[in-house]
């Protein structure tokens, strides 16, 4: 089957006129944003909403990438290759542009929006590893007003979150501290596929010593994209051959991949640990000034 079910459409013109139309529409209305995931997976009648309220218009209110205190703010509206090509983004976190460089191709990055990739909440998705790893922070609204979710708490299993019928994720905030440096490695069959497996690393430094890390893995079944094992073996430790070894060794082992077709499980706990070990090395250079 290659048409959706029949639909109505509404165009939001503000985020609170949008929450308004979930609410009146009900659980069977769903937001679009770049349309990428939820269009394929209408004409494959995988999603069958009822409603489909187009946020399109909202690029004002929902769009930017700017500086908030200590902290960096990238709207849901936010398009992939709006941060590809952030100046902010690059200066501050060099993982999330590894990430984008590896997310599809030119098309979809071009409507693919930061929202739309967490609340699909595709186990193989490359910015909730990311965002995990940061220690970011979404912003979630509803008809009760906003309230805070950690990235790494946004998803409850393959596309599920912790986002209500009648909310809209609007922004994703990333604590900015000193001495951070952070990578992101992908393995795909092919560019622009989806990831065999991923990893992206963020460490705090303080002197030669990692201060705090975050690990986050993707396509390989880690719980909420994340390796706490990895992190735990970080924290307070300095990155030695083995200590590199150990987070690479934990984060295999937080992964719980599947044999599909992009390859067998044992394969796949593999790459979790080599390209942990791999990002790790490349962001312990960056926050030590390198590439
Ligand atoms: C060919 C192809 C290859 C791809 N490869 C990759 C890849 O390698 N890595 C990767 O990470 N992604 C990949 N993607 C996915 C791509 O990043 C999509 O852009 C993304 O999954 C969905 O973003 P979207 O804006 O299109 O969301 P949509 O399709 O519009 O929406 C997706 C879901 O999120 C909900 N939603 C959207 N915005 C909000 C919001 N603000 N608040 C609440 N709910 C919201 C929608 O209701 C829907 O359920 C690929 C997609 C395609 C088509």
């Not at 542009?97 to 929202?115: K, W, Y």
């Not at 937080?254 to 992009?262: A, G, K």
Request: glycine share 10%; aromatic share 4%.
């Amino acid at each position: 089957m290659q048409t959706p079910a029949p639909f109505s459409y509404e165009r939001a013109t503000s985020v609170d006129h949008a929450i308004e139309l979930l609410e009146r529409l009900g659980p069977d209305s769903r937001i679009v944003a770049g349309g990428h995931s939820l269009l394929p997976m209408m004409k494959l009648r995988l999603a069958q909403p009822e409603a489909v309220i187009d946020i399109n218009g909202l690029a004002g209110e929902l769009g930017g990438i700017s500086i908030d205190g200590s902290e960096l703010v990238v709207g849901a509206m936010a398009r992939h290759n709006d941060v590809l090509d952030s100046p902010l983004v690059a200066e501050h976190f060099p993982m999330l542009v590894d990430a984008e460089q590896v997310i599809a191709d030119p098309v979809v990055r071009n409507r693919g929006t930061v929202g739309g990739s967490l609340c699909q909440a595709d186990p193989a998705e490359d910015l909730s590893a990311a965002l995990s790893a940061l220690n970011a922070v979404a912003t979630i609204r509803g008809t009760a007003g906003p309230r805070t979710v950690a990235v790494r708490e946004l998803h409850t299993g393959p596309y599920e979150t912790v986002v209500g019928d009648a909310e809209i994720l609007t922004e994703i905030r990333i604590p900015i501290r000193d001495r951070c440096g952070s990578a992101y490695e992908k393995v795909e069959r092919r560019v622009g596929d989806w990831a065999i497996a991923a990893a992206a690393v963020a460490v705090w430094m303080d002197g030669d010593t990692i201060a705090d890390a975050g690990v986050g893995l993707a396509a390989v079944g880690a719980e909420h994209f994340v390796s706490p094992a990895a992190e735990a073996a970080l924290r307070g430790q300095q990155p030695t051959d083995d200590v590199i070894a150990a987070a690479a060794a934990a984060a295999a082992a937080d992964s719980s991949p599947t044999t599909d077709q992009r390859g067998p499980a044992e394969y796949k706990r593999h790459l979790a640990g080599e390209l942990t070990a791999r990002a790790l090395r490349r962001a312990v250079a960056r926050a030590q000034g390198g590439n």
